[in-house]
C-alpha cells in the first residue's frame, strides 16, 4: 500500500519553537476530479484544512474548508470562500504555490517561498525561479477553474507539467506547499502554520474514453454548437465542423453564431455530412443566430426574444412530441438582459405546461433548453433555469417547479470524451480561462440520460481520430465546442409502483396514492418514476390505468 501524508507543522512563534504533524494513510489511487463546478467527486478526497469562521477581513471572504488533490496531469484545489464572489474578477484572492517545498526560494509570503503567485480576480499571475520573475497568463500554467457564476465555492487546477517561462517546470518536486490569501484579509492556512501535500506516487485514476456512438441504437441524439460568426462558411473550415457532425451523427441540431446565412444553407451544410434514411428530409426554423435542424417533422416554433423555441415530433422515438429551446443569451456583464431573457424563457415553460396560453403540452412532453448561455455572471441565472426562480415576476409572472414532477430540471455537464474537463469554451489568447458556458437543461422525470460528452479532438488518441474521421484540431474550429446528449424514454416497469422489481399486492397502495396525483406519489416514492403508475401506456396516470394495472398484477 501506498502512503501519501498531509504535513501541518507550526512555525515557532514569539520565542517559542512548538511543533506539531499530522500524516494519514490513504489508498494509493489517484482522485479522478473533473473540473466542472460541481463537487460530488471530490467526496473522498479528505480536508487538508478548516479555516475557522469569523476571522474574514472587509471583503466578506471568510475562508472554510481547504481540499486538495492531483492525478497524472493537474493539482487540484478546492476552496470554501464564505460568501458569493465571481473568481475571475473583482476579488484580492492570491493563490501560492510553493512546488519545491523550501521556503528559501521563491517569493517569501505566509510562511512559504512561492514558485507561483496566482492572482484569479486579476486572471494573472508571476512565476518566480532562480531568482528572476514572469508573468504568467492562464495558458502558461493551464490553469482551470469551476464555477463560472458567483459561487461561495470553487475547484481549481494547475497543470503539471507546464513550463510557464518557457524553461523551467512549475512543479519542482514531489512535495507541494499551499496558502491562499485575501489581500489584507483572511488566509489559509492561518498565521503560522503551513501545509505541505505530496502528490501521490500510486496509481493514477484509469483514463476514461466515452466513446461517440449512442449507448442504444434507437436513443434520440442532440447536438448544442456555436459556430463562432459563421465557422462552416469560412473559407477552409466547413471540413473541420463537418467531420465533427459525421462523426456524432446527430438527429436534431441547434446552432448558435449563424448569422449571415439562411436556413436553406444551414440545411445544405448539415446534409452534405450527415446522411439521412430515404424518404427524410432536414426541418428547420431560425431566429436571429439560433437555428435549429432536425430530422424530425418541426411542428411549431416560437420566438423568445433572440432565442426560439420549437416544438418537434419525436414521437417514433420519444413516444411523445419534444419541446427544444436553443438560446444564444447575452455575453459576459450584461447581467439585467441576460436575466431578462431567462425569465422569459422559464415564463414560457410554465405557461407551456399549463392549460391555455400561447402553447399547451400534454402532461409529460419532455422539454430541453440548450445552446450558449453565456452564464458567466450572477449564479441566480443559472438558479432561474434549473429552479423556476423568476426574478421579475412583474413581468414574467410567478416562480414555479419546471419539471413534471414539481421538482428542479437537470443540468448535464458533459465531460470532455477523453479528458476530465467540462469547459464547452476555450481561448487561450483571452485574458478569461476555458469555462463552461454550453448548456443541456431537461426534464429529468420524463427523459433518460444516455451517453453525453463534449467534443475536444485535441486530445483524443490517434486510434480514435482515426477510427471516428476526426483530426485533432477539428474542435479547434470554433472558440466553443460541440456537446452531444442522447436521451430516450423512461426506463420503468409498469405496475411496479413502489420499484421492488416486481407487480403484486404491495402495489396497490401506492397506485391508489398515483390516481391522487403526481405530486403525492413522488412524494411518497421519490426513487421511482411517474410512468410506473402508467399502466396503459398512454402517457398519463388516470382512472383507464386501473384495468390494465389489474391485468399486471395478474401476470
Not at 438527429?251 to 446565412?261: G, K, P, R
Request: net charge negative; glycine share 10%.
Amino acid at each position: 500500500m501506498q502512503r501519501w501524508t498531509w504535513g501541518i507543522s507550526l512555525q515557532p512563534t514569539i520565542g517559542v519553537l512548538c511543533c506539531l504533524t499530522a500524516s494519514f494513510i490513504s489508498r494509493a489511487d489517484q482522485f479522478p476530479i473533473c473540473i466542472d463546478g460541481r463537487f460530488d467527486d471530490w467526496s473522498n478526497v479528505p480536508v487538508a484544512f478548516a479555516d475557522p469562521a469569523g476571522d474574514g477581513g472587509p471583503s466578506g471572504i471568510d475562508f472554510g474548508r481547504l481540499w486538495i488533490a492531483d492525478d497524472e496531469r493537474f493539482l487540484y484545489v478546492r476552496i470554501e470562500v464564505g460568501q458569493g464572489i465571481y473568481l475571475n474578477e473583482s476579488n484580492a484572492l492570491r493563490v501560492y504555490l510553493d512546488t519545491d517545498a523550501d521556503n528559501q526560494s521563491g517569493l517569501p509570503v505566509a510562511g512559504i517561498g512561492a514558485e507561483l503567485e496566482w492572482r484569479a480576480g486579476q486572471r494573472d499571475g508571476v512565476f518566480y525561479d532562480h531568482g528572476q520573475s514572469v508573468s504568467v497568463t492562464h495558458s502558461d500554467i493551464r490553469f482551470r477553474a469551476g464555477p463560472t457564476v458567483t459561487a461561495t465555492e470553487f475547484e481549481m487546477a494547475f497543470g503539471l507539467d507546464t513550463f510557464p517561462d518557457g524553461v523551467h517546470p512549475l512543479f519542482q518536486g514531489p512535495a507541494v506547499r499551499v496558502a491562499i490569501l485575501d489581500a489584507g484579509g483572511d488566509q489559509i492556512p492561518g498565521a503560522s502554520t503551513t501545509i505541505t501535500y505530496h502528490l501521490d506516487a500510486g496509481t493514477p485514476p484509469t483514463p476514461r474514453t466515452i466513446p461517440l456512438e449512442r449507448e442504444r441504437p434507437d436513443d434520440l441524439r442532440l447536438i448544442t454548437h456555436n459556430v463562432e460568426f459563421d465557422g462552416p462558411w469560412t473559407p477552409g473550415q466547413e471540413p473541420r465542423f463537418g467531420r465533427q457532425l459525421a462523426a456524432v451523427s446527430p438527429d436534431i441540431l441547434s446552432f448558435q453564431e449563424i448569422y449571415d446565412h439562411y436556413l436553406s444553407e444551414t440545411i445544405d451544410f448539415v446534409s452534405r455530412w450527415v446522411p439521412l434514411e430515404p424518404g427524410e428530409s432536414w426541418d428547420a426554423v431560425g431566429r436571429v443566430d439560433c437555428k435549429i435542424i432536425s430530422r424530425y417533422p418541426i411542428h411549431d416554433w416560437w420566438w423568445l426574444d433572440g432565442n426560439i423555441a420549437a416544438l418537434i415530433d419525436t414521437t417514433p422515438t420519444l413516444g411523445t412530441r419534444l419541446l427544444l429551446i436553443n438560446a444564444h443569451l447575452p455575453c459576459c456583464d450584461n447581467e439585467v438582459s441576460r436575466q431578462a431573457e431567462i425569465d422569459n424563457i422559464m415564463s414560457f415553460v410554465r405557461d407551456a405546461r399549463q392549460p391555455g396560453g400561447t402553447v399547451t403540452l400534454p402532461t409529460g412532453t419532455p422539454i430541453v433548453i440548450t445552446g450558449d448561455l453565456n452564464l458567466v455572471g450572477l449564479v441566480q441565472q443559472q438558479a432561474t433555469l434549473l429552479t423556476g426562480d423568476i426574478v421579475d415576476e412583474g413581468t414574467y409572472g410567478p416562480d414555479f417547479a419546471p419539471d413534471w414532477d414539481e421538482t428542479d430540471l437537470a443540468d448535464v455537464a458533459p465531460a470532455q470524451t477523453e479528458k476530465r474537463m467540462a469547459y464547452t469554451w476555450r481561448d487561450d489568447t483571452s485574458s478569461f480561462w476555458p469555462g463552461r458556458l454550453d448548456y443541456f437543461i431537461h426534464t429529468d422525470s420524463v427523459l433518460e440520460l444516455g451517453r453525453h460528452f463534449t467534443l475536444y479532438t485535441p486530445e483524443m488518441s490517434a486510434g480514435n481520430l482515426n477510427a471516428y474521421g476526426l483530426q485533432s484540431t477539428d474542435a479547434l474550429a470554433s472558440d466553443h465546442l460541440l456537446l452531444c446528449m442522447d436521451v430516450r424514454p423512461p426506463t420503468v416497469t409498469r405496475g411496479d409502483l413502489d420499484c421492488d422489481g416486481d407487480v403484486d399486492f404491495d402495489d396497490i397502495n401506492p397506485f391508489v396514492i398515483a390516481l391522487g396525483g403526481q405530486t403525492g406519489y413522488q412524494a411518497a416514492y421519490p426513487d421511482c418514476h411517474w410512468l410506473h403508475a402508467d399502466c396503459d401506456a398512454d402517457g398519463d396516470v388516470d382512472f383507464d390505468d386501473i384495468n390494465a394495472f389489474v391485468a399486471l398484477l395478474g401476470e
